[in-house]
């Protein structure tokens, strides 16, 4: 026999599910953006770190040039 009255909380129960997964699916996406952003930063310190050991060999060289 079916209880007809537990049946009365399933379309509360889909929508406490759909927002949880709503909720699941914003906090991937923003831990996702978050790494990313991190990554973005470490390549540009990473390029900025090559790009003053490149002058200062660069400003070695001229400096023995003019020697």
Do not use: H, S
């Not at 929508?15 to 540009?44: D, R, S």
């Amino acid at each position: 026999m079916v209880n007809w009255k537990a049946l009365d909380n399933v379309p509360v129960l889909l929508y406490i599910l759909a927002l949880k997964t709503l909720l699941l699916c914003l906090a991937f996406a923003g831990v996702k953006i978050y790494q990313t952003k991190k990554q973005e930063e470490a390549l540009k310190r990473q390029q900025a770190e090559k790009r003053r050991l490149a002058q200062q060999a660069q400003e070695l060289i001229d400096g023995k040039k003019e020697d």
